[in-house]
């Protein structure tokens, strides 16, 4: 039996991955002075035909995770299993091949589409290059099909993406990946540029494809209620780290971690009796930069469950508290049972020891927890 053929088994593994940018300054001696923390040690492996979903704040580093998972961004330390084929070293050609079978689908189909080509030409491009484009006949045949699986009427091949509206770019989007018959679909936010009424749709459409073609999916969403329906575990980002990994309902049931408690806690619960007994956490503090992220837990500057010993000085490892269910907290069993207790936080001002501000806008301070993730 191969790995696809057997759903237990992972499809891709990623062993300690850091991703760390550098941070220059100067225009003649283009200096480093000091990293961008933004994944800094994960472990994950995703079992072949399952959704894996991945949440958490703006800036967690979600996005490049994704993007290194798939070597669009090359890792600076760690390795990607892929299928059991080990990506770390592999370059050119060869990892062109396997590309093939990793594709990603973005969040703004917009600006991911060329403008400049045909509906035809965008879903074309790919089958060409890894040689799926058979002659004329097989190829419209194989357009025809794609077009059908996403929903999309035929007269779409010589449209351009901008006579679409925003649900229908991201089918196109959704097209062009399946359009060579990948395993594992990195979907990063697919669903956020769209209009409510269209996300449930589009959310349809992923869960369908996936039954009807065995797709594996990483689906990244800050938003915990897409990433519910759609996922059959979900994995917690905090700082360029996960600090919980749970299958969906147990994680939305009994959130451990206490970052993941105060994310659940900020989510309404439709039955009214509930949502009045429910535990709120406020998390006090702004979100430290990955530039210079806190020691020990980097939750350890907003945690209400903070002790004296250990949380500061101490990065917890993300261990199995109950089967396939895993926390990076020293104490959780402890809060789990009570034992501990919620204190008040004092805010903690997180010092920059880093004096440039970088080119790149979006290593701007990322927004608190109650802006980027409502229900
Ligand atoms: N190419 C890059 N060069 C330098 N820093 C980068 C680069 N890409 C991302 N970063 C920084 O790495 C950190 C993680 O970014 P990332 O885009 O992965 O976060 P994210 O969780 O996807 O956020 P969002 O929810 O806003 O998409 C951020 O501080 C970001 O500014
Ligand atoms: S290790 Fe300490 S600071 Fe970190 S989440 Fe657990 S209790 Fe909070
Ligand atoms: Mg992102």
């Keep these: 039996m191969t790995e696809l053929e057997n759903p237990s088994s992972p499809l891709v593994e990623v062993v300690d991955m850091k991703v760390h940018f550098p941070i220059r300054r100067g225009v003649v001696l283009d200096k480093t002075v000091g990293y961008v923390y933004a994944v800094d040690g994960v472990d994950l492996s995703i079992r072949s035909g399952e959704t894996y979903g991945l949440v958490g704040e703006s800036g967690c580093g979600k996005s490049t995770l994704g993007r290194a998972m798939l070597k669009l961004t090359e890792p600076t330390a760690g390795r990607v299993v892929f299928d059991g084929i080990d ?66 009427p035929s007269t779409s091949l010589r449209k351009y993406p901008h006579e679409f509206s925003g649900g229908q770019r991201q089918r196109i989007g959704i097209a062009r990946a399946l359009s060579v018959e990948p395993d594992l679909i990195v979907a990063d936010e697919p669903v956020s540029a769209l209009d409510v009424s269209v996300q449930a749709q589009v959310i349809n459409l992923l869960e369908d494809l996936q039954t009807e073609f065995g797709l594996t999916y990483l689906v990244i969403a800050h938003d915990l209620a897409v990433v519910r329906h759609i996922s059959d575990r979900v994995g917690v980002m905090y700082l360029g780290g996960l600090v919980e ?96 207790r919620q204190h008040a936080v004092e805010a903690e001002l997180v010092r920059e020891d880093w004096d440039v501000v970088p080119d790149d806008a979006s290593l701007a301070g990322p927004a608190s927890v109650t802006e980027t993730l409502g229900p």
């Design 245 to 340: 990994e749970a299958d969906s309902d147990q994680l939305y049931r009994e959130p451990l971690h206490p970052y993941t408690k105060a994310l659940m806690s900020a989510v309404p619960v439709p039955d009214p009796l509930v949502e009045d007994r429910r535990e709120r956490i406020l998390l006090a503090g702004d979100l430290p930069s990955p530039a210079n992220p806190p020691t020990g837990c980097r939750f350890h500057t907003r945690c209400p469950w903070r002790q004296e010993t250990r949380c500061d000085t101490e990065r917890p490892a993300l261990r199995e508290i109950d089967p396939g269910h895993r926390v990076a907290c020293h104490y959780a069993e402890d809060i789990r049972a009570g034992r501990i």
């Design 87 to 152: 990506l770390s070293s592999m370059k050119g050609e060869p990892l062109r091949t396997m590309r093939r079978r990793m594709q990603m689908v973005f969040q703004d189909p917009l600006s991911s589409l060329d403008p400049r080509q045909s509906v035809e030409s965008l879903l074309v491009e790919g089958m060409r290059a890894h040689g799926l484009d058979k002659g004329k006949e097989s190829s419209a045949k194989r357009l025809r099909e794609l077009l059908l699986a996403v929903g999309l």
